[in-house]
């Protein structure tokens, strides 16, 4: 890479932008043996609590389930289970707990805690956007909806200090991977109770897994510090991980350029100016991604409780155009929601460009050239100069080739997503990346009950096909169940639109860094990544 190709805050100016950065928004501390560039503050480090990715990695080290994500191959592997048996017909599953399971505090890690962390998270008063994750087990649905108020009545039961049983609804193939997310992590009940939303914060916090919280400073870093009462202790390859809460594509570059980070993971921090440039270099990794970029509607909000201007809105967006122009990492625009290479699965054909059809529906739904169109109409999204770019690309779209003009919202990401949660907004711009391997993780959380649907939508076949999928063990037949489904959400209702799937791009130096292995659900367990 030659010097006049490179953006001004690679080259010279760089060093003066990074003085400012480094003296101003991030203190000075002993030098962690991994630091990281996550994305924003987490919202919580609450197991139950969080949804994104980001914040997921921070909590994933400090929290484990009965299994955990291999790092190589990001499948389910044992954990705090050291194994289990699952019943002929594969609904019952005995996991049988390690003897030397501890809190990072000193006590025993016991079934009682499985279960009551499983409760707590299925709980409707928790409320967890997650809880959809639990829904595979016995009357967790309903505890879940309040039908069944007795939470006891939950199909996970202690048999003894190190065995517990749980007892599924139906045979799920995917189960293990579920033990295996964060939703279902051990959290120390004693703490819990003790210090109620605040416990993510008392001092000292047990932690179950690979590391603990050595401290929180908002805005500038979180530190973990490695368990030394974790079971797997012996092969953790870092003693400190700093997580550094960054939202700028530039900022992001100029730590790792300045060393004074390892690696950059979150996507929407790589600049997409300068992946030509960067991708030429040992530092850029770049690997097949389940995940898919989209929009909500809030079919709450009129008109958008009309699915012919959902689908007119759609159809007026050129999403060829904006990957071509925008995105710059070789990501593909999207037709359908579930990405491709989840399983064997293969989606049905969604809506494309189609300006024509959009104004003949628009004006069917009573707005012909957009006149009499709410005017408060609005487009949310996070920050981050790719959805910001998207943003104002969608809106010379809709207004250009619908007379609808919207106004852009643009949030810190803890306000979007509690605007997302709460239905605040019309449209808004979403992502998700796949937790396990299977279709239905895209497709479940669009059912009526799914604390991560965030859209207003419910359709009862939907609920239903989803729910008929989740019986069969045959995967040709289940695939086919989905493809209804996945029909219906994209073609019929259209809920969300995809605009494209993502890829997945991590910045590090593979010379000094190890224990970083690409996989399609971009999973990299902190406890197996080391220094050279």
């Known amino acids: 890479m030659t010097l006049k190709s490179v953006p001004a805050y690679l080259t010279g100016t760089f060093f003066l932008c990074l003085l400012i950065l480094t003296s101003g928004c991030f203190q000075q501390h002993n030098k962690a043996d991994f630091t990281v560039i996550n994305g924003p503050d987490p919202e919580a480090l609450d197991p139950a609590i969080i949804t994104s990715q980001a914040d997921g990695r921070i909590v994933s080290a400090m929290f484990e389930g009965l299994t955990r994500f291999n790092s190589v191959t990001a499948q389910s592997e044992p954990a705090l289970a050291k194994d289990w048996n699952v019943s002929n017909n594969g609904t019952t599953y005995t996991f049988n707990l390690r003897e030397n399971i501890r809190w990072s505090t000193g006590e025993p890690i016991t079934s009682q805690d499985v279960v009551y962390s499983w409760r707590r998270a299925i709980d409707p008063q928790t409320a967890s956007d997650y809880a959809g994750m639990l829904f595979y087990i016995n009357n967790a649905e309903a505890i879940n909806s309040g039908k069944i108020q007795d939470i006891s009545q939950l199909g996970v039961k202690a048999i003894d200090a190190k065995k517990i049983r749980v007892e599924l609804t139906n045979p799920t193939p995917f189960f293990l991977e579920l033990c295996a997310f964060w939703t279902l992590a051990v959290v120390p009940q004693k703490t819990i109770e003790q210090y109620g939303d605040q416990w993510c914060l008392s001092k000292p916090l047990p932690v179950s897994g690979s590391h603990k919280l050595g401290f929180w400073n908002v805005r500038d870093r979180i530190r973990l510090i490695k368990n030394e009462n974790y079971w797997d202790a012996s092969n953790t390859k870092n003693n400190i991980v700093d997580f550094l809460p960054v939202e700028s ?15 950059i993971w979150d996507k929407s921090l790589i600049p997409s100016e300068l992946i030509d440039a960067l991708s030429t270099r040992p530092t850029f990794h770049k690997f097949d991604f389940l995940g898919s970029y989209f929009l909500r509607f809030n079919t709450t909000k009129k008109p958008l409780d009309d699915s012919r201007v959902r689908k007119a809105l759609s159809l007026s967006i050129n999403k060829r155009m904006i990957v071509e122009k925008y995105t710059k990492g070789g990501e593909r625009m999207a037709n359908h929601f579930v990405p491709p290479g989840t399983g064997e699965y293969i989606s049905p054909t969604g809506q494309n460009h189609d300006i024509q059809l959009a104004k003949e529906l628009i004006a069917e739904a009573g707005f012909p050239d957009g006149k009499g169109f709410p005017s408060n109409f609005e487009y949310l999204f996070n920050s981050s100069e790719l959805n910001r770019n998207i943003a104002v690309e969608l809106q010379r779209m809709w207004k250009e080739n ?16 509690a605007s997302q949660s709460a239905l605040d907004y019309h449209i808004s711009r979403s992502s998700w990346i796949g937790d396990y391997n299977d279709p239905n993780t895209f497709l479940d959380m669009f059912m009526s009950q799914n604390g991560n649907n965030r859209t207003g939508w419910k359709n009862s076949q939907y609920d239903q096909i989803i729910r008929t999928a989740n019986t069969i063990t045959n995967s040709t037949k289940r695939y086919e169940l989905f493809q209804k489904a996945e029909d219906i959400l994209i073609n019929k209702e259209l809920p969300i639109f995809p605009l494209f799937f993502y890829v997945g791009i991590n910045i590090y130096h593979p010379d000094r860094i190890g224990g970083i292995s690409p996989n399609i659900l971009d999973i990299h367990p902190i406890n197996a990544i080391y220094a050279k």
């Open 249 to 263: 594509p530039s900022t992001a570059i100029n730590l790792f350029e300045a060393n004074q980070a390892d690696v």
């Open 402 to 417: 619908l007379g609808i003009k919207i106004k852009l919202r643009q949030a810190e990401n803890k306000v979007y997503l």
